[in-house]
């Protein structure tokens, strides 16, 4: 038995300390948290200084037991978790589950080499009270919060049985919420841009433009005919030096903001393979608001630069946050090893790895030397200077003299259009006289704020000081499980515009096409979202209030530093939080914002049409439900908002299902069920593509659909096997064998032709093998979470969301404690929230399931 027992929290990054420690070092992993509250009840004694009840998690008792025993044996234990608040509370449960003394050894590091592990043991210390107290108060507090809030969301908000609110969540729902609204209220308003392209030297193009818009097509217009004729003359060039300087080395936060622009990757996705860069001993720690490198850092990166690219692209920085509650004795993330120009073990960790060691490279790089000229031109109109009009166009260029870190790194902006990129200008000369190619007036439009896509909302919430960076990641995994906001693209709408064109003396309009209004990967609130966050808006604005939940976190870090005491504070937020949820709870506050929104009047039967939320989802109602009549019901589609429907938008969904033609003497109708839309023909359902709108395909589309279906399902067949029938047919996804009712690929160059019975069969006891070594693992009390045997290896299935295993993890190992961990946590891992099924379908509905889920009526049958 070893004399040392090391205790981290990573079996990775037990794998890759034990490598780096001698034979008197045992290293095992506690796989996360042993103990935590339990998932019943609040667990918290609010009238004995909110002492939180933990207890050891229940597939985490065998683990406990077998490190007690590990503790014992060996002459010293190191607590050697992660150099973070959570870090060290796992290292605190741990002394306590584990009987440990107070003064056990707890070593941190910054990054997982053999010299910062060997430093770290000789220089331990104990566990940092004031670090674990800041942790509880954070985890009793969301508990509080979780626990009390929760339960009125489903009092009171109709159909809001899996709801749930939180402290960082409501207020990254709420910053959602606002910023949908200000785009629905932007009223675009236009404008005319006028540009201009001269002829230099014969060959050479010269770019201009004037510095202020036109607010008229008039004056637009009037301005060109002024320049028929005009002569153009430089009448000043001005060059001015000019550099660049590069960005600082990552944060969390920046590091998840670009790794989004850059790489397209979720905060969730950057966080988990930052986590493996660090385990696997090639990252410093990814969990840091600091932007400072060690001196021993800064000397390697010099070095790494030295040899690369020369002395004189070196310059080093000390960078400082700005932000007070930064912890500067900690690093940025950075390479531990800059000589290590790729690292990784698969293609995420080696863009990722890429993207930090260029980022922290090119901070300690020289700055970009430029030369940036404005060129002045002066209009001359035959008709003479004009009061209405601008006498001058403006071009500007750029050159770079030296490229220093640009050699290696730019940083990425949130808003593409990037105004400071300009090109090369040709030779010019004060005096010359330019030759007008073209110029043009265009209509150019005013646009909203774009949309939180993941970075910005990060980038938004870190301004405002709410949240830490080890929330963000499943702060927006939970808005997004929770079904109060979808991460989606829009593809934008159609809008006309019109241009002016001077050229060879005359002025022609034109009317041009322009797509305005798509957005990728951008986050929209749903209706459910909207209710949830006007309803605390409403009732509960501490929760969603910016300052109050950034002094929330301010007090975090006093706890920590040792200033506040941790149950004070809690109790000087529970005093008001608690009475304001009684007062709410025992109030006639019922269905907040559920009921009907009033939009108009039905033109063919003269009932009010209304739109609200209902328990399977937002719905829209025509009529009033009475003895003698029913309303009826259709679900409003993805995308569509209560607050923002219109009557006409609202009609057009009672539209389904429609009949498009007769194929074959029968009708075709279109529909939306279960599944998504259809087309039913004969008895039978074909779906549409995505491709395909339900509510304007044509006669011609569906017939298309209904023949490629049956080709798809058209096959011969084999024989028979075990008394059924074996047959063969080539679908959407190539060519296959059927058996029962099951479909099953040809192997890769197979084809139907020459295909044998032997060989069908053997493909079926293929498959038959395959499914029945599917899972490896199952927990009947976590159904939805599975370990399973897939084609390119195992993996986690946590609901629809699968989970990459890491390669040094025993798949057949694994607890639900570990698979919840993986997932990203518990919430992340909780069940999604079953969609409404949809269907515009106008359907009267029995009185009785008016009353209790009137929007579920307007679901069609199962296809």
Known sequence: MSKNLVIVESPAKAKTIEGYLGRDFTVRSSFGHV??????????????????????????????????????????VWLATDDDREGEAISWHLKEALGLRDNTNRIVFREITKSAILNAIQSPRTIDVDLVNAQQARRVLDRLVGYELSPVLWRKIKGGQSLSAGRVQSVALRLVVEREREIDKHNAKSSFKVTAQFLVDGSKMLNAELAKNFATPTDARAFLEHCIGA?????????????????????TSTLQQEASRKLGYSVDRTMRIAQNLYEAGKISYM?????????????KAVAEISTEFGKNYVQTRHFKNKNESAQEAHEAIRPTNFNDRAAGGDRDQKRLYELIWKRAIASQMADAQLERTTVSIDIKSTGGRDERFPNELIAQGEVIKFDGFLKVYLESKDDEDDEDAKGMLPPLTVGQELDLSVMKATEKFTRPQPRYAEASLVKKLEEMGIGRPSTYA????????????????????????????LQREQITETSGKEN???????LFPTNTGIVVNDFLVEYFPDIVDFKFTANVEKEFDEIADGKVNWQKMLGDFYGDFHKNIEEIQGSSVVSFKTGARELGIDPKSGKKI????????????????TDDEKPIYANLRDGQLIETISVEDALSLFALPREVGFFEDNAMTIGIGKFGPYVKHDGKYVSLTKEDDPYTITAERAIELIQQKRNESSGDALGEFEGKPVTTGKGRFGPYVKYEDKYISLGKGEQLTGLTLERAVELIQQKRNAEANKYIKEFPERPEIKVVNGMYGPYLAVGKRNVRLPKDIDPAELTLEKCLELAGGDEAAAPAKKAPAKKAAATKAPAKAAVKAPAKKAVAKKK
């Open 35 to 76: 103990r935590d509250l339990p998932k019943d009840g609040l667990a918290v004694d609010v009238s004995n200084g909110f002492l939180p009840s933990y207890e050891v998690s229940p597939d985490k008792k065998k683990l406990v037991s077998e490190l007690k025993s590990l503790a014992k044996a060996a002459e010293v």
């Open 516 to 522: 305005f209004g798509s957005e990728k990967a951008k």
């Open 287 to 299: 969990r840091t608001d600091s932007l400072n490198l060690s001196r021993e850092a800064v000397d």
């Open 474 to 501: 499943p702060t927006i995994s939970t808005i997004i499980n929770r079904g109060y906001v979808v991460k989606q693209d829009k593809p934008g709408t159609e809008r006309k515009f019109q241009e002016y064109t």
């Open 610 to 625: 209304s739109a609200r939320l209902g328990k399977y989802g937002a719905y829209v109602q025509i009529g009033e439900s």
């Open 231 to 251: 002569t153009f003359t430089i009448k000043n060039l001005e060059v001015k030096p000019a550099k660049k300087s590069p960005a600082p080395p990552f944060t």
